[in-house]
């Protein structure tokens, strides 16, 4: 039996600085993919197919053809597709795809999500400026990815990291933030609170050099 239900998507605000498009379109797929009815290739395969590719995308791992690739991929679905759910899913994600094209390139070509949503594509780290060394951040992190001690500054294993955000949510310094292509100048291990020199707002490695005075 033909799906004949459409799913009801929330709204896509481009004002949200905590939502992406490449994010949104990619959970939309995922919905379809599980939805539909799957009695046809294209709504079967051809949800599955989009997902995968917005995944890899998502996760920095597109290539410069995926855009063109999801654009007939998506119209294939629409045109021919019967099915409501993967029809609506693929009209959605099109139209977001066709306003918001720039970020999907940025995405692909240089690995950057604009606000920081899609988790390949940033890293977290705490700002010593702000950091007291309460340690609300390392009781709540499941991973151990957070190393300190008390009235020491705090340092994230980004190795250990799943960015699961529950340490910026707990935070009541607001300490803890995101970095993109851009690192900021941080301890490499926790230091005592107050001893650490230097703009947090620094590129990773800058350091500020005075001339020497000429005699």
């Not at 379809?32 to 599955?48: D, F, I, N, W």
């Not at 899609?118 to 190393?147: Q, R, V």
Request: glycine letters at 6%; proline letters at 4%; charged letters at 30%.
């Amino acid at each position: 039996m033909i799906c004949d239900k459409e799913l009801t998507f929330p709204l896509w605000e481009e004002s949200d600085n905590d939502s992406c498009v490449v994010d949104y379109c990619l959970r939309i797929m995922d919905a379809a993919r599980k939805e539909s009815c799957g009695m046809y290739v294209l709504c079967r395969e051809g949800t599955s197919q989009a997902y995968e590719i917005i995944k890899d995308i998502s996760q920095g791992c597109g290539k410069s053809d995926d855009i063109e690739l999801l654009y007939e991929l998506l119209e294939q679905i629409i045109k021919h597709e019967k099915c409501k759910v993967a029809n609506s899913a693929s009209t959605k994600c099109l139209e977001l795809l066709s306003t918001y094209e720039d970020e999907w390139i940025k995405h692909i070509r240089r690995k950057i999500c604009t606000n920081m949503v899609c988790k390949e594509m940033y890293t977290l780290y705490i700002d010593p400026n702000l950091c007291d060394g309460c340690g609300l951040c390392i009781n709540s992190c499941a991973f151990n990815a957070i190393l300190g001690g008390e009235q020491m500054i705090h340092v994230i294993d980004t190795e250990l990291c799943n960015k699961a955000l529950e340490c910026m949510k707990i935070c009541p310094k607001q300490a803890i933030k995101k970095a993109g292509n851009i690192k900021p100048r941080i301890p490499k291990e926790p230091v005592p609170v107050g001893s650490f020199k230097g703009s947090s707002d620094e590129p990773d490695g800058h350091v500020t050099r005075r001339r020497r005075r000429r005699k």
